[in-house]
């Protein structure tokens, strides 16, 4: 079996394993997601195009997430971050946030709900 270096992977998005599972119904443009569901929580993977911006918001349950690929301006509480490949965030309940990204950027998250993200409806 081959395996794929950390370092070799480039922002060209998950691979089929990923984007098997159910697409988010998510509400902002130049993004896509999958979501990872369990009995109480979210675990979402995240594609997000250069320029692609989620509005200021909070929700009442903490949330973490990793840069996987990409560099994005992470604003919480009014206090802005950017955070690259490898970097960690934990957004603490009731916190406002947004995000900005400037190139192409993949992130996952972990929402501590379960219906953060509800699947896209099939046509």
């Not at 603490?92 to 990204?101: D, E, L, N």
């Amino acid at each position: 079996m081959k395996y794929v270096s950390n370092n070799s992977r480039k922002a060209s998005g998950y691979p089929e394993v990923i984007t098997q599972l159910p697409e988010a119904d998510i509400q902002f443009r130049s993004a896509r997601a999958w979501i990872l569901q369990s009995a109480a929580e979210q675990l979402v993977f995240f594609e997000f195009e250069a320029g692609a911006d989620v509005p200021t918001h909070n929700h009442s349950y903490p949330q973490w997430g990793i840069v996987v690929d990409g560099k994005m301006e992470l604003t919480v509480n009014e206090t802005p971050l950017i955070c690259k490949k490898g970097d960690e965030y934990v957004i603490p309940a009731g916190a406002a946030h947004s995000a900005r990204f400037l190139c192409k950027t993949r992130v996952i998250d972990f929402f501590s709900e379960k219906s953060r993200y509800k699947p896209k409806t099939k046509p």
